[in-house]
């Protein structure tokens, strides 16, 4: 059977542990293409791990380039392309520099694959995913940010350890804009069903609201130079993994509304699900009343920026 092919735009932080984490579990070959002013670190990124497989028995292969026509396979996209921020940079002060790189990586993967499922990563994410889709021309089943898939796995981990209860038992789903605006969704977080409501005082889940908001603001001022990459990397890897193996899973994503949640024309993190045919369709959660008047805030939030981006 032929092997997957995965390339990661972006041979940084995120792209090696995508590269690392694809290699683990065998899913297919991976191609890493970055600058070819910064091509040698992925080279010996891809070599080191390409001598690590021998340690996990993985038959796969590893690649860094710089040429887009090495990737014209690729059954995944994922775009990692660009600067994260440092201590005192919100997500948006990335968008002048980050815009001008999406566009050309856009206009790359429309000549070069325009068949792969893509996954955005590069941030402000909810405006590069929408300029990637406007720039590339790509059906909006193909074209995803990742957003709340990484912030849902936050609040699962902090509800998690509130609780004392283990993160497998946790379900919950972080949607809207992938920054301080974003919209935990406490009405329905449970633990093995039992809503957290009924586990946790009201001051206990506005703390881990606020926390969840906040988080990689909080990772940023700790790095000190960059922002998470191990929890995005591994966010990325479940819907690389839900649209390769046909999952059907209810993953939280930026992601083309037309109409939902009364969005049209914008990409917005809400619960999507993704399988063979990339994001298969949006599902409508019903929301409370203060979720709801958040939900407003935080789409008039990223349409602002999409208006900014001038595209
Ligand atoms: N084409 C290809 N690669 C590029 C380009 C380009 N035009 N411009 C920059 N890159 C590469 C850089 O050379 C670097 O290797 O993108 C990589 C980015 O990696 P890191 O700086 O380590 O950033 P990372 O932590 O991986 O985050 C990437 O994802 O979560 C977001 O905010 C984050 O925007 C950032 C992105």
Redesign the pocket.
């Known amino acids: 059977m032929q092997r997957k092919k995965i390339a990661v735009?972006?041979?940084?932080?995120?792209?090696g542990i995508i590269a690392l984490m694809s290699t683990q579990r065998e899913l297919g070959d991976v191609t890493l293409?970055?600058?070819p002013e910064?091509l040698n670190p992925?080279r010996g990124k891809t070599l080191d791990i390409d001598q690590l497989r021998p340690h996990i028995n993985a038959d796969v292969t590893l690649r860094a380039t710089s040429d887009y026509a090495e990737i014209s396979d690729a059954d995944v996209v994922v775009v990692?392309?660009?600067?994260?921020?440092r201590p005192n940079m919100s997500?948006e002060d990335?968008l002048l520099i980050?815009i001008e790189?999406v566009q050309?990586?856009a206009r790359q993967i429309k000549a070069h694959c325009p068949g792969a499922f893509v996954i955005v990563?590069?941030?402000p994410v909810d405006t590069m995913a929408y300029v990637f889709h406007k720039v590339s021309g790509l059906p909006k089943n193909r074209v995803v940010g990742l957003s709340g898939a990484l912030d849902t796995g936050r609040f699962q981990s902090f509800i998690a350890a509130e609780t004392g209860l283990s993160v497998k038992d946790v379900s919950c789903m972080v949607i809207g804009g992938h920054g301080p605006t974003m919209v935990p969704l406490v009405s329905t977080a449970s633990v093995a069903g039992i809503a957290i409501t009924d586990l946790l005082s009201d001051a206990q889940i506005d703390a881990i609201v606020q926390r969840t908001k906040e988080a990689g603001t909080e990772i940023v001022n700790l790095l000190g130079n960059?922002?998470a990459?191990f929890s995005?990397a591994g966010s990325i890897m479940e819907m690389i993994e839900a649209y390769l193996g046909d999952k059907k899973r209810v993953i939280s994503c930026s992601a083309l509304c037309e109409g939902e949640y009364g969005v049209t024309g914008y990409f917005l993190g809400v619960p999507v699900v993704i399988g063979a045919n990339g994001m298969e369709r949006v599902l409508q959660a019903s929301l409370d009343e203060s979720e709801r008047e958040a939900l407003a805030e935080t789409a008039r939030a990223v349409i602002v920026s999409a208006h900014n981006s001038g595209i």
């Open positions: 735009i972006g041979g940084g932080q995120i792209g293409v970055d600058l910064f992925v990692t392309a660009g600067i994260p921020r997500r990335l980050n790189i050309g990586v990563a590069t941030n960059g922002s990459y995005s």
